[in-house]
């Protein structure tokens, strides 16, 4: 293990973190607000701490898997750590481990939280909690690797163990270029985002807070009531759009850029992407029509808001689907598991992997007819090898298992079963809200300082892939010179 350049490169990520402090700082000292101390002491020391980690020599640039796997992992917990310094400093948290839990879900992109009233916070809180959505959502650690070359050093290693979905594909020959591609559209999506918002009636603050959690699929919202709080079909229908194109692969939109139409409409992923929601949203929409909504444009409005909010993972809600029928529920809690696309902000196993298992199934009902035939799995006319497929089959056994050890750790509470799964649910698929204790009207802040640790760890799982954090913790990888 190369420590000094991960050491380096640590450093460099908790300098990029306290610069992204300013913003908050900024807008607590425009608005004098009780957070402007907080937050001069917490970028202080973040700054200090990094760049006496950056001055650490390094003889040995290059980066392989393992330096990659700990960059990450140590990355996202040591920005963790130090981005819940606002929060404690301030006050508007009473102990770390919330602290550390509330500022976990914001850079993972979950939105749970433990903020009994969220209106009740500064106004630079509120903008760093929103914040580490955005920064977090495409990856603080794709974002350095398109500088990364500025310190002498490569970054597809750190790119591969950082990218959501199976395989970590470039979109242009050279990394650098990949990422500042995929930073491009995610900054413009941000832009119209906010500017649609802003027509819809939303305050500046309000438009800009609600964008991060869009398009990042994190869901912190400045309201007690979430998007519930805006009776504004227009709102509600910007922010559904805008949650499902941040649930598709980013690297469509470049495609779209490039003037292949044709290729992105055919990406089948794309299309049961899209297919899983229409279907959910009709599905719902007609149960909540019949059973319990009076008119049915506002049923199939939430029902649509809720499906696009829940399978991109972002956990907005413009209604306690809590009270819904247990049909519409079930429902939903299949999104928790299903997720966004790969190369997209969103948690979950994803839909391409869905996709695969669906293939191998439908594979393996047509070898019972025909047992020596050698049928490929394809995606987009491409063999899936076998290494991918083994690695996505791979990837299902360790969700469910870490799904089953957490639900049986959080059970400890004594809250019920459904409670208990939902909540493991929603931090392992980067959600946010569940069912029971931790449904739509509830929050996270109930829980034992042990279950905060456990959902924390659950929900840096899901961010990074499980198998990132996995590889690390395995004392071999540390060793071997992959």
């Known amino acids: 293990m190369n420590y000094s350049i991960v050491t380096k490169l640590v450093g460099i990520l908790l300098l990029f973190e306290a610069a992204f402090m300013l913003p908050a700082q900024f807008i607590s000292i425009y608005y004098n607000q009780s957070d402007q101390s907080a937050f001069f002491i917490s970028i202080l020391i973040i700054f200090v701490i990094g760049f006496s980690m950056t001055r650490v020599k390094t003889t040995n640039q290059k980066i392989k898997t393992k330096e990659g796997l700990a960059i990450v992992s140590l990355g996202w917990l040591f920005t963790s750590i130090f981005g819940a310094l606002p929060f404690v400093l301030s006050g508007s948290l009473p102990s770390f481990v919330d602290a550390f839990f509330e500022t ?40 350095t690797v398109a500088i990364l070359p500025i310190f ?8 591969k163990a950082e990218s959501p979905g199976p395989v970590a594909d470039k979109v242009v020959p050279r990394i650098k270029d990949t990422a500042k591609i995929l930073y491009i559209t995610y900054i413009s999506i941000t832009i119209i985002e906010f500017i649609l918002l802003l027509f819809g009636g939303m305050t500046w603050f309000d ?32 922010i559904t759009i805008f949650m499902i194109l941040s649930g598709a692969n980013f690297s469509l939109y470049f495609a779209f850029y490039k003037g292949k139409w044709r ?8 299309r049961l992407y899209l297919t899983i929601i229409l279907l959910a949203t009709v599905f719902i929409g007609a149960n909540l029509y019949f059973t319990t909504y009076e008119a049915s444009g506002l049923a199939f409005r939430d029902a649509f808001f809720q499906v696009g909010s829940l399978i991109t993972t972002t956990g907005y809600m413009t209604a306690d689907f809590d009270q819904w029928p247990t049909f519409s529920k079930s429902i939903l809690f299949l999104l928790f598991f299903i997720g966004g696309s790969a190369g997209s902000t969103s948690g979950g196993i994803k839909v391409i992997r869905i996709l695969v298992l669906l293939k191998f199934v439908k594979r393996e009902i047509k070898k019972i007819f025909h047992p020596r035939a050698l049928i490929p799995i394809k995606i987009q006319n491409k063999s899936i090898s076998s290494d991918v497929s083994a690695s996505i089959s791979s990837f299902f056994m360790l969700y469910l298992f870490l799904f089953i050890i957490g639900t049986i750790l959080i059970s400890l509470e004594d809250i019920g079963l459904e409670s208990a799964a ?6 392992l698929g980067n959600i946010g809200p569940g069912f029971g204790v931790v449904g739509p009207t509830q929050n996270f802040s109930g829980f034992s300082d042990f279950s905060k640790i456990v959902f924390s760890i659950l929900m840096l799982f899901g961010r990074l892939e499980l198998f990132t954090i996995i590889a690390l913790i395995v004392p071999k990888s540390w060793r071997n010179e992959t």
């Open 104 to 143: 976990v879900s914001g850079l993972t992109t979950t939105g749970a939280s433990v903020v009994k009233d969220i209106e009740a916070l500064p106004m630079g809180i509120l903008f760093w909690r929103s914040f580490t959505h955005w920064v977090g959502g495409m990856g603080i650690l794709v974002f």
């Open 152 to 159: 002498g050093v490569g970054g597809f290693q750190i790119f």
């Open 263 to 270: 290729d992105a409409i055919k990406n089948e992923e794309l």
């Open 422 to 427: 939902s909540a493991v649910a929603a931090t």
């Open 207 to 238: 438009s800009a807070l609600h964008t991060f959690g869009t398009v990042g699929t994190g869901g912190f919202s400045t309201k007690n009531a979430s998007i519930g709080a805006y009776d504004s079909t227009y709102i509600h229908l910007v």
